[in-house]
């Protein structure tokens, strides 16, 4: 079992920057795949950035260039630069147990979810 916790939204106008971290408690092994995925109101959650133990990345291309994932021991980071409106969403941290996928169907642990909001 694993247990996600996310930390770090807010409000900030377009432009700004802000840092999500999700501490995992319960232990990662070399299979598994971190992600961050967002839901915006009336919207499905999508996928947006994913790192492998490996440290292997892979972005969304609406946030490839501003977004940086990153993971130490059990916390994995999500580095956001030059917000726009629209990347205003509630923000999860995700694990699939099995490895890479852009698939919610294929996560196994979810975290609670921490909004982000940018204003125009």
């Known amino acids: 079992q694993i247990q996600l916790v996310e930390s770090g939204g807010g409000l900030v106008p377009a432009g700004s920057s802000l840092r999500l971290s999700c501490e995992a408690s319960?232990?990662?092994?070399?299979?598994?795949?971190l992600a961050w995925f967002r839901q915006a109101p009336g919207k499905e959650r999508e996928f947006v950035a994913g790192v492998r133990r490996s440290g292997n990345t892979y972005y969304d291309d609406s946030v490839k260039g501003r977004f940086t994932i990153s993971l130490v021991s059990n916390t994995v980071s999500l580095q956001m630069n030059n917000l726009k409106p629209e990347d205003t969403a509630i923000y999860y941290c995700?694990?699939?147990?099995?490895?890479?996928?852009?698939?919610?169907?294929?996560?196994?642990?979810w975290g609670q979810g921490t909004q982000v909001t940018v204003s125009s």
């Open positions: 995700a694990v699939d147990r099995q490895g890479y996928s852009r698939q919610t169907k294929d996560y196994d642990f």
């Open positions: 319960g232990r990662l092994y070399s299979s598994h795949f």
